[in-house]
């Protein structure tokens, strides 16, 4: 196989983005994979760096979710705890049993969409 660009050159790659056949001179390592010098090798790492930034986007909503969860569950406890021991906390319980449902809703919206993702 010979160079797309170099006729005269072996080729020692294929370019990842365009899949010509590119001799040392005209490939360029992007990321452990070979890309055309230049126009290739940038959009090549452009997407990369899109793919990185959309997946750890995710990842921080994923845990973001699961953070307000916790944290309703935390808080409507405490309501509960603070309800029990308080002679007139009938006020407490409720919104902590209030709390602890937005929670239980937060973390199953949150299942549902991960299941809806996947399919
Ligand atoms: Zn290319
Ligand atoms: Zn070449």
């Known amino acids: 196989m010979k160079c797309f660009t170099h006729p005269g050159a072996d080729a ?3 370019c ?30 452009l997407y990369d760096d899109l793919l990185t930034k959309s997946h750890q986007a995710y ?11 916790i944290y309703w569950f935390v808080i409507g406890g405490l309501f509960i ?22 929670g239980i809703r937060s973390y ?3 299942r549902e969409q991960r299941k809806q993702s996947k399919v």
């Open 108 to 110: 199953i919206g949150y």
């Open 59 to 69: 990842q921080n909503a994923e845990s973001s979710a699961v953070g307000d969860a």
């Open 16 to 45: 990842r983005h365009c899949g010509r056949a590119l001799c040392h001179d005209c490939s360029a390592e992007v990321d452990g994979s070979v890309a055309c010098k230049g126009n290739c090798a940038a959009r090549v790492m």
């Open 81 to 102: 705890l603070f309800g029990v021991r308080s002679d007139h906390g009938d006020a407490f319980w409720f919104l902590g049993l209030v709390l602890l449902v937005t």
């Open 12 to 14: 020692v790659a294929v």
